[in-house]
């Protein structure tokens, strides 16, 4: 099924943008769509240089360049290359390593690939970044490992197994980048269905911390929470000051590791899931300057899970806006 959906997303694509020449038609139809303005005269009627890449105002004549002022503005990369990799990037909840997609799109190099990718997620996390959380939330951490191979990737203190390495590691180690996982939850009113959380999740976030005091928690709760809301979380110290930055918090201590998971469904599974994504993909070295990257690309595609085949539209639209250096 999945295959499936894939190999039709990607049929439509090839359909809509068979090679350079169309993908740059595309490309250029949308930034006139979105308003293009001099940046001398601030005119908003172009013509289009097709010898050179470039809109020429039709008031005072200045010319900018097709690429300038979106993602694409510094890289020498194929329109297409851009347009294909962010068509893959959103086909599934699963997530490609720039080797992959090198592979995938066919080019020479790896760096540039690697580094368009970079690109893209950061203009995810700059979508997400605009967002804050409300009502109920839960709360946890998670440790991921920024691991060299598969065997060291764990840490999910919910796993017995790995509740035995964190007891040794304390909350989290050196090699794992710590995470404060926040994510909207509130008590559904239907009826309990059996292997089903019994939460309504909403919109997700995942921050990369320096530590888990409660001063660095509070700092990033009063930058993604309204004040408004309610946070669950278990009996952690980190937790104890947010009354300080929010209005209510309520303290569930839960040592069963299964009603533990019934209690916060949400930070259970999206810290799970986000670790399969990373460790099936980008198994051998995520580098902490990075990590938050990969991890917003996860949260992006969980915020938007309803979104389907619009979303690599959406994340163009993102392209167009966003410059990132
Ligand atoms: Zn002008």
Redesign the pocket.
Known sequence: MLIKNWAMNLYDFFEKYPDEASCIEGFKNKRLEMGVA??????TEHYFRKTDLKFQ??????RISLRSGTVMENSNLPFQYWMLCIELMTLSKKSFSALEMQRMIGHKRYEPIWLMMQKIRRLMSKRDEKYTLEGCLEFDEGFFERGYNKDVIEGNKNKDEDEKTLNKRGRGSEKQAKVLVMVESEPSIEAPQKGKPNRKVGYLKMVVMEDLTSKSINKEVGKFVEKTSTILTDGYTGYSKLKEVINHHQVVIEPNKKKSAIIFPWVNRTISNAKKVLLGIHHNCINQQYMQNYLDEFCYKFNRRYFGDKLSDRLMIAALETTWY
Do not use: E
Not at 57 to 62: E, F, P, Q, S, T
């Open positions: 001099c940046k001398k005269c601030g005119h105002c039709k008031k005072c004549g200045n």
